[in-house]
């Protein structure tokens, strides 16, 4: 083909893309297209299924790190997520708060819509000034990020029953049935013991040890990572199982004694034989509680005997009783000490926040 021949097709075609150029149906075909196929995917985007209502909140109205009101109310028609901390705590309310800003930064596009809410559980401490200070460490604008504090009962009331999240109470209440518990039993014991006389204590007992056990492996597990719950877990457990066997060591050692102590002056000052008298310190000395009376003794003597160690196995049992209660009391008064909130969430799945505009 020459330059000529060229030069003319080229011509031919300049009026054809001319009158297209300048077709108002070819830019509304173009402008559908554009704005078009982005609208087809939105509607027919697929969603998944609704999300499980695991319950419906209350109305609260607390005060925010400013001073000001600020509830559910406020963050009607917004997607939050809440935490719950104090301020004087130092492990598990900083990884806490850590990810809390994580969570914000990630789902900063989402503008107005999105709120991160921290409410205290230590309002009596935790003022608005303090929370102020407290979120300004983590970088908190109060507009995205509301700290939260107000009356015990208008925080227990949002926390407790309107979140169903304990704030740590419960080990301490365990703690004290547990102790009362024992005392009951130990008040109970008598050579004439029976289970009805013994059922209150147990109850107290059984329902302190519901609350406070899995409150307190809950507390040691709380500040572990997940993938480290598994040896946390174990170590737990361990030493749980050897602080049980020390103190069953203890207590049946405090049980011995005192039976032994009572029992041989009580031998001593019967009416029995001497030589009964003899062999049963002797046998005394050596079983504790397990002493049995040989029954060539007499019939008159084995009854003798077993009413005296009857006795003194009652009489051993309160003051080892009365250690177990006051280790246990102690434990409760060391509980208040321990942080009230639960150690840090993991939130596999951060990304999706950045995912939402897209």
């Known amino acids: 083909m020459d330059g000529t021949s060229a030069e003319t097709l080229g011509r031919r075609r300049s009026p054809t893309a001319a009158r297209l150029a300048g077709n108002p149906i070819v830019w509304a075909a173009l402008l559908a ?40 109310r406020e963050l009607t028609g917004k997607v ?25 930064r990630r789902a900063r596009k989402l503008g107005p819509d999105f709120h991160l809410v921290s409410i205290s559980v230590d309002p009596s401490r935790d003022t608005p000034a303090a929370l102020a200070a407290y979120g300004a460490r983590y970088g908190a604008n109060p507009i995205a990020w509301s700290f939260l504090t107000g009356p015990a009962d208008a925080i227990q009331a949002a926390v407790v029953d309107g979140f169903k ?34 059922l209150p204590g147990f109850a107290f007992y059984g329902v302190g040890i519901g609350f406070a056990s899995s409150q307190l492996t809950n ?10 719950a598994g040896a946390a877990s174990g170590a737990n457990t361990t030493a749980r199982q050897v602080g049980s066997a020390l103190g069953v060591a203890v207590i049946g050692g405090l049980l011995t004694a005192e039976t032994v102590r009572r029992a041989v002056p009580a031998v001593s000052q019967s009416s029995l034989p001497t030589r009964v008298k003899a062999q049963a310190a002797v046998g005394l000395h050596a079983l504790g509680p397990n002493f049995a009376p040989a029954r060539h003794a007499g019939a008159h003597s084995v009854a003798v005997l077993r009413d005296i160690l009857d006795s003194a196995i009652a009489a051993g049992t309160r003051p080892a009783l009365f250690f ?35």
Not at 95 to 104: I, P, R, Y
Not at 220 to 228: D, G, M, N, W
């Open 33 to 72: 297209l554009l704005f078009g196929v982005p609208i087809f995917r939105s509607v027919t985007r697929h969603l998944g299924a609704a999300p499980v209502v695991l319950g419906t909140l209350p109305a609260f109205t607390l005060t925010d790190q400013r001073g000001q009101p600020f509830g559910t």
């Open 80 to 104: 939050w997520v809440a935490d719950f901390i104090f301020t004087a705590c130092q492990e598990a309310c900083p990884l806490l708060s850590q990810k809390m800003a994580e969570v914000g």
């Open 165 to 198: 999240v304990g704030m740590g109470r419960e080990k301490t209440s365990g703690l004290i049935l547990e102790t009362i518990g024992l005392l009951a039993v130990a008040f109970a014991v008598s050579p004439r013991l029976t289970f009805l006389s013994l």
């Open 219 to 228: 507390i040691v597990l709380s500040a572990i990572r997940k993938e480290k």
């Open 324 to 358: 177990a209660a006051a280790v246990v009391g102690i434990g409760a008064c060391l509980s208040l000490l321990i942080p009230r909130i639960g150690g840090p969430v993991e939130i596999d799945n951060l990304d999706a926040l950045e995912e939402v505009e897209a």
